[in-house]
T-cell receptor
Framework: QKEVEQNSGPLSVPEGAIASLNCTYS??????FFWYRQYSGKSPELIMF????GDKEDGRFTAQLNKASQYVSLLIRDSQPSDSATYLC????????????????FGRGTQLTVWP | ETGVTQSPTHLIKTRGQQVTLRCSSQ?????VSWYQQALGQGPQFIFQ???????GRGNFPPRFSGLQFPNYSSELNVNALELDDSALYLC????????????FGSGTRLTVV
């Protein structure tokens, strides 16, 4: 069973602070890693993806990947109240039952609250 | 470029009934996946369709079935509904391997009473 684990939270940070979200995964064959943001009652929205070890920056967001440690993280700088949402870590791996295509395995999500 | 659209947005069904959910994939995407998201949980993979054939299935019973049409749109059918089937059902489209991510539709909220 391929697993994706996230720090359960909830995580609460003041406006302007850095929010750090962490995720580990069990399948060493995983090739691509995603962070989705999900507002309450809405569908997940892709905010970052990363394939290579190291950091990838996009605006206030930085994704970090360490394949040796099977660890991926998301840093949100200058956090805003509008960043308050559940953040889902997802890993693209081959499905268990003879699939030729990848599929996403999700963590349970970390709820982030940014207070003014 | 159109996104992923799902219908209906909300649905209430009685235990034992059957339901069909629909999804139109994003323009240019040839793969459709379906996920079930229970309250407080991450999305769980149901199955995936590529070129009108099922290509991978999660731990869901056979009463969950699907179709993909030549225009890449898809249906999810659930027979003999159970109370635990109450969830947000998400459709996601991608190009083949999904290497650049999956685009999710707005979901269908199914309530089984």
């Amino acid at each position: 069973q391929k697993e994706v684990e996230q720090n359960s939270g909830p995580l609460s940070v003041p406006e302007g602070a850095i929010a750090s979200l962490n995720c580990t995964y069990s399948d060493r064959g995983s090739q691509s890693f995603f962070w989705y943001r999900q507002y309450s009652g809405k569908s997940p929205e892709l905010i970052m993806f990363i394939y290579s070890n190291g950091d990838k920056e996009d605006g206030r967001f930085t994704a970090q990947l360490n394949k040796a440690s099977q660890y991926v993280s998301l840093l949100i700088r200058d956090s805003q109240p509008s960043d308050s949402a559940t953040y889902l870590c997802a890993v693209n791996s081959l499905a268990d039952r003879g699939s030729t295509l990848g599929r996403l395995y999700f963590g349970r999500g970390t709820q982030l609250t940014v207070w003014p | 470029e159109t996104g992923v659209t799902q219908s209906p947005t909300h649905l209430i069904k009685t235990r034992g009934q059957q339901v069909t959910l629909r999804c139109s994939s994003q323009s240019g995407h040839n793969t459709v996946s379906w996920y079930q998201q229970a309250l407080g949980q991450g999305p769980q993979f149901i199955f995936q369709y590529y070129r009108e054939e099922e290509n991978g299935r999660g731990n869901f019973p056979p009463r969950f079935s699907g179709l993909q049409f030549p225009n890449y749109s898809s249906e999810l059918n659930v027979n003999a509904l159970e109370l635990d089937d109450s969830a947000l059902y998400l459709c996601a489209s991608s190009l083949s391997q999904g290497a650049y991510g999956y685009t999710f539709g707005s979901g269908t909220r199914l309530t089984v009473v």
